[in-house]
């Protein structure tokens, strides 16, 4: 199977200048991006596969002696290319606050407890048909310093490979139903509704373990569609 | 209409997760011992070729140094292969992955140890003059930047069919300066994400 990367698929992506959220003023771009053909350095990218992968990457309830504090989850779901195939055996990599919306990192000050027993970061590999899943807490929101009382909707980090160096990605998974959406500049730097709502997991009852945890899916569509006769 | 998820930002606090073994200070003392996807050491016991250095220092729009970014860089082999099933060539160095992570330290400085890339192939069957492919991601950068690397000691930059798509007076800003250090080849790699010599950025 060989892929194309349609340029055209990028504009459901925020700009890369996107005033309200003020660090993007001093790190965009201010010249035009050359345009360039996608030669063999860029159709082709890293390949991570099991091997990259130890034992409880994927739950991060596991990591430590004990359990960690807060709400246990399970979020889940399938990489998809823009023909909705399943991106097998790719690397899916995640880091996240605790469930008291405080980062593990030392530059995060926000004056919420640290849990011993949890860091926050994740890491699986696809099976032959995209899926993925991950045992975690849910992260707490946390303030930042971009505008007065500015806080940030609940959210885990995501870096997917894909196949190939253009369909790499890195975003942010939301919850459904943050009442925090309207006044967060990240979120709403992707202007398109629906594209927002493609960063939305979405409450799988019917993957929710009783009396243990509850599930979220979240499908991630990459860049990459199957080269059609009409092109080249 | 596109039906990809959008991009986010990394934000500031990815170095536990993606760059655990970099200099950035990013640990309480936690005794989590989080191993590394890929580091800044690309360099495998059977990879042939030259090992280099490449450093680099990344600045915003004031020339202040971005103390929270992380470079991702891509490569072939010092035989100009790279490590993926599109590209079907025998692979010599079969450890050497091509693929390194460096986070960016409090003076915004990057750096990779690896082998100089071979030549690759181009459009049209040209050759490509040897690079690296360089992808930028911080806070601040809602979706990666993409640029390439080349070296200032290949006489092959003058026929890139890349580099010939990009105005003369700003194909200098993608060309790694080489500099004897220790007997080493250190490249300098400078990446300015906004203003006067601005780095190349590519729209792909």
């Known amino acids: 199977m060989t892929l194309v990367y349609p340029k055209e698929s990028l504009s459901a992506y925020p700009k890369h200048l996107s005033p309200g959220y003020r ?4 790190r965009s771009p201010s010249k035009p991006l050359i ?48 023909d909705k195939r399943p991106v097998p055996d790719t690397l899916v990599e995640i880091w996240q606050a605790n469930a008291c919306g405080r980062y593990v990192h030392v530059v995060d000050q926000h004056p919420a407890p640290l849990d ?25 929101a946390y303030p930042w310093r971009n505008h007065p009382n500015a806080w940030r909707p609940n959210h885990i980090h995501f870096s997917v ?20 959406f309207p006044f967060d500049p990240i979120f709403n730097s992707v ?13 799988d009852l019917d993957n929710t373990v009783p009396d243990w945890a509850l599930c979220f899916r979240f499908d991630i569509v990459l860049r990459g569609r199957e080269q059609t006769p009409m092109e080249h | ?38 580091g800044d050491n690309l360099i495998t016991p059977d ?12 600045t915003d729009g004031d ?76 806070r601040g950068m809602l979706r990666q930047i993409y640029t390439r690397l080349y070296f200032s000691d290949e006489s092959a930059n003058a026929s890139d069919p890349i580099l010939a798509l990009i105005p003369p007076d700003r194909r200098d800003t993608l060309v790694a300066k080489k500099q004897m250090r220790g007997g080493q080849n250190v490249y300098r790699f400078d990446i300015r994400v906004q203003g006067k010599d601005e780095t190349v950025f590519f729209d792909i």
Not at chain 2, 79 to 95: F, K, L
Request: aromatic share 10%; proline share 8%; with cysteine.
């Open chain 1, 23 to 26: 660090s993007t003023i001093k």
């Open chain 1, 35 to 82: 345009i360039i053909p996608h030669t063999l350095s860029e159709l082709t990218g890293p390949v991570y596969g099991h091997e990259a992968v130890q034992e409880n990457d994927n739950d991060l309830t596991k990591q430590h002696k004990g359990e960690p504090l807060g709400e246990r989850i399970i979020v889940h779901g399938h990489i998809l290319d823009e």
């Open chain 1, 116 to 140: 011993p027993n949890f860091t926050g970061a994740g890491r699986t590999v696809t099976d032959k048909n995209g899926y993925y899943k991950f045992i975690t807490v849910k992260p707490g």
């Open chain 1, 161 to 180: 490979f894909g196949h190939s160096f253009l369909s790499r990605l890195v975003t942010q998974m939301y919850f459904p139903g943050d009442p925090l």
């Open chain 1, 191 to 203: 202007t398109d509704e629906k594209a927002r709502q493609r960063m939305i997991s979405s409450f």
């Open chain 2, 1 to 38: 209409m596109s039906e990809i998820t959008p991009s986010q930002t990394v934000g500031p606090f990815f170095a536990y997760g993606l760059t655990p073994k970099g200099v950035c200070q990013w640990r309480p003392n936690s005794g989590f011992d989080w191993k590394e996807t890929a």
């Open chain 2, 47 to 58: 990879a042939s070729g030259e090992r280099i250095r490449i450093e680099g220092c990344i």
């Open chain 2, 63 to 138: 020339g202040a140094p971005i103390n929270d970014a992380m470079i991702e860089i891509w490569q072939a082999d010092a035989q100009g292969r790279y490590m993926h099933p599109r590209d079907n060539r025998s692979i010599p160095n079969a450890r050497f992955k091509g693929f390194g992570r460096s986070a960016t330290d409090k003076s915004g400085v990057f750096g990779f140890s690896t082998v100089k890339p071979g030549a690759v192939p181009g459009p049209n069957g040209k050759a490509q003059a040897p690079h690296i492919v360089v992808c930028i991601y911080s």
